[in-house]
């Protein structure tokens, strides 16, 4: 799939849009991407909670979606139906436990 970029944002506690811009081959993999840049963020102070809800606008042709962030811890830690899902899946698992360690 080819990449897109996407704006990723959330709400944090005291009502605070964030938003972040990622290029993605699929949605989870925007979400991923959001949440480490987020992490990695000097201006987001808060952590983007569990239960929160991360919408992504996917640029050209622009389309919005939503993903609440324990449905994708979730759907990380599934089995993949196939080897390149599994794959996929590893990679942005990784890439996000790599964002927690710093």
Same mark, same amino acid.
């Given at each position: 799939? +080819? =990449?897109?970029?996407?704006?990723?944002?959330?709400? $944090?506690?005291h &009502? @605070?849009? =964030?938003? @972040?811009?990622?290029?993605?081959?699929? /949605?989870?993999? !925007?979400?991923?991407?959001? /949440? @480490?840049?987020? #992490?990695?963020? %000097?201006?987001?102070?808060? !952590?983007? +909670?569990?239960? !929160?809800?991360?919408?992504?606008?996917?640029?050209?042709p622009?389309?919005? =979606?939503?993903?609440? @962030? $324990?449905?994708?811890?979730?759907?990380?830690?599934? %089995?993949? #139906?196939? +080897?390149? $899902?599994?794959?996929? &899946? &590893?990679? /942005?698992?990784?890439?996000?436990?790599? !964002?927690?360690?710093?």
């Amino acid at each position: 799939m +080819p =990449h897109r970029t996407c704006l990723v944002s959330f709400t $944090d506690i005291h &009502r @605070v849009r =964030h938003t @972040v811009e990622v290029n993605a081959s699929s /949605l989870y993999e !925007a979400a991923v991407l959001g /949440l @480490v840049e987020f #992490r990695r963020s %000097q201006f987001t102070h808060t !952590a983007v +909670p569990t239960g !929160a809800t991360l919408s992504i606008k996917v640029r050209e042709p622009e389309q919005t =979606h939503e993903v609440k @962030v $324990d449905a994708l811890k979730m759907w990380l830690e599934s %089995q993949g #139906r196939t +080897p390149r $899902d599994l794959v996929e &899946r &590893r990679k /942005l698992r990784e890439m996000l436990e790599g !964002a927690s360690d710093g």
